[in-house]
């Protein structure tokens, strides 16, 4: 038995003075004057990174990530870890069920999933570690490149998007945030408009353009905005609505009428409402974070259900998770990883997952846990 003996966390702060945090980007508060230049001013700790360690004996550990920061450390700290004391860490399943029920009465919801995927992420790392082989080998995957994306995060890397793209045959669509939404009027369709065309200048002709919207649009304005776009190659509005509103999904899928596609689910948590976007023909691209979601488990149950329906299976910041990697590797043919291009130097090199034992991550490599 792969008994487990420590849990240990860690918060790290995520983004500290990037275009992450410090560019203007359309979210759900850009109703709000006081928060809509900055994510700064108003995402708090749920920014942060929050590391998991799980022990099994002396030497053999397992590694996972989320984010929530002091909160979601506080559940796994001082709930989760005295659950999971030495019970067998093989369990998988079972011990993430029972993770998930416990915090329901009081972090049911994305808090709950993000702690249970610490967790469970950890323990498919420590089981794959105490096998000595990659993580992808457990769920019959490859360590073969990955079909991916590419993501400009920053405005001011439009300018460098055509170097950035030289000699990547592979990329096919290259994505970029939305600065305005419903909330800046609708004269600002324009501006958003002009930030697609300025990175259609720039990217080959048969590169088609996402944008990312952070949930802040509605119907009316992306349908807007779609037409607005006709012939600069829009390949999907990505998180344009409400993460659960799957009525509003369906509205705007007929206002498109399929001209453009429609992505999200980074921000849902457990299988309920992928699955009803999925099977209702509500989105095209669904975007698990498998940190998020409640782990692997979940999102391996939500990419079976996409490709049975059609439905593109791409997590969301998977090349900056290698247990999506590992994932994506099993999975349809036609998943993608999501390549963040965070600098001009940043590979845009098809990823792959890693050959070494578990998820590839070295436990000396994060010796913050012990500090």
Not at 127 to 132: E, G, L, Q
Request: glycine fraction near 10%; hydrophobic fraction near 45%; proline fraction near 5%.
């Amino acid at each position: 038995m792969l008994k487990i003996t420590a849990v240990d966390t860690r918060v790290v702060p995520f983004s500290t003075a990037t275009w992450l945090d410090e560019e203007r980007i359309s979210s759900p508060l850009s109703w709000f004057p006081r928060f809509a230049e900055r994510r700064s001013t108003w995402r708090g700790p749920g920014a942060d990174l929050v590391w998991v360690r799980v022990r099994a004996g002396d030497e053999l550990v397992g590694i996972g990530q989320s984010r929530g920061g002091t909160v979601t450390e506080a559940a796994i700290r001082d709930h989760l870890t005295p659950l999971l004391l030495g019970q067998d860490a093989a369990s998988v399943a079972s011990l993430g069920e029972q993770l998930k029920r416990a915090l329901g009465p009081y972090a049911h919801g994305f808090l709950g999933a993000m702690a249970v995927s610490a967790v469970e992420l950890a323990l498919w790392d420590l089981n794959a570690r105490a096998m000595a082989v990659p993580l992808y080998r457990l769920f019959g995957g490859h360590g073969e490149p990955l079909r991916h994306y590419v993501t400009i995060g920053s405005a001011e890397l439009i300018d460098e998007a055509r170097e950035l793209l030289e000699g990547a045959i592979d990329v096919d669509v290259v994505k970029v945030p939305m600065a305005f939404g419903p909330a800046d009027g609708s004269g600002s369709v324009a501006a958003n408009v002009a930030r697609v065309e300025k990175l259609r200048a720039q990217v080959p002709p048969h590169v088609r353009i996402a944008v990312d919207c952070f949930a802040s649009w509605d119907v009316a304005y992306a349908a807007r905005f779609s037409r607005a776009c006709e012939g600069l190659g829009l390949a999907w509005i990505e998180e344009p609505l409400g993460y659960d509103d799957v009525v509003s999904h369906l509205r705007l899928r007929d206002a498109l009428d399929g001209t453009v596609q429609i992505a999200t689910g980074e921000h849902l948590a457990g299988v309920k409402v992928a699955e009803e976007l999925i099977t209702r023909g509500a989105v095209d691209v669904i975007q698990t974070d498998v940190t998020w979601c409640g782990g692997i488990g979940i999102a391996r149950t939500i990419a079976s259900v996409a490709a049975e329906h059609g439905v593109t299976f791409a997590p969301h910041a998977s090349t900056l998770q290698p247990w999506a990697l590992h994932l994506l590797s099993a999975c349809a043919p036609d998943s993608l990883a999501e390549t963040l291009v965070l600098s001009a130097t940043t590979s845009v090199d098809a990823p792959r997952a890693s050959g070494r034992s578990g998820v590839g991550l070295a436990p000396a490599d994060l010796g913050f846990l012990d500090r």
